[in-house]
């Protein structure tokens, strides 16, 4: 039976790459973002930051704005303000619980019997590129067709912001691959798909 809930890594897996925020701060390929690099966004009030800015930078657009790991949304479903802030606690409260519907789109769209790291991999994964996108990805096709060799280059395919390809996107792609690998390597694999997978994840690593 496979999982349904991301592990204890899974969840620090979630922490350490969005990073924890106690302020709101715009999107990063956000209008606002791009005119105003190297502010303390996140970590001062977004007002503080904006009053110091230029009018015509000020007005630009932040949106969605985020708050504590990476939501964009409280937790009934408003969105995140620029005015908003939280505690470090109320971000740990809030996190087991906006992580649920990227656990339920993994857990419901994937056909086949996953392990944890594999779980894990798939839902931080869909935590970052959204429930929708992932549920519809190639990436789920090709696992769903029992193809898991071919599922896992697919996490090189979303390394991309705004058309660009995004050196933060690609870090985190990485981490979820060689998360993902780790539960490939855990399966039952016949001797010649191991080795062939093992020669493949050591040439991905040089």
């Known amino acids: 039976m496979s999982p349904d809930q991301l592990s204890d890594a899974g969840l620090q897996g979630v922490r350490d790459s969005e990073a924890l925020r106690l302020y709101a701060y715009p999107d990063p390929a956000s209008p606002l973002h791009k005119a105003a690099p190297g502010q303390p966004w996140g970590f001062k009030p977004a007002?503080?930051?904006?009053?110091?800015?230029?009018?015509?930078?000020?007005?630009k657009s932040g949106k969605p704005w985020t708050l504590a790991y990476g939501m964009t949304e409280h937790t009934d479903g408003r969105p995140i303000l620029s005015r908003d802030s939280c505690t470090r606690e109320e971000a740990e409260a809030w996190l087991r619980i906006i992580v649920a519907p990227y656990e339920r789109a993994v857990a419901e769209s994937v056909q086949i019997p996953l392990n944890q790291p594999m779980f894990d991999a798939l839902t931080n994964m869909a935590y970052n590129i959204g429930a929708h996108a992932f549920r519809t990805s190639t990436l789920v096709r090709r696992l769903n067709a029992g193809q898991i060799i071919e599922a896992q280059a697919q996490f090189d395919e979303w390394v991309n912001a705004q058309g660009a390809r995004n050196n933060g996107l690609v870090k985190r792609r990485n981490l979820e691959q060689a998360w993902f690998n780790e539960g490939i390597l855990a399966?039952?694999?016949?001797?010649?798909t191991r080795a062939s997978f093992e020669k493949l994840v050591r040439e991905m690593d040089r």
Do not use: R, S
Not at 47 to 59: F, G, R, S
Not at 187 to 192: I, K, T
């Open 47 to 59: 007002q503080e930051i904006l009053n110091n800015l230029p009018v015509a930078v000020q007005i």
């Open 187 to 192: 399966l039952p694999l016949d001797p010649a």
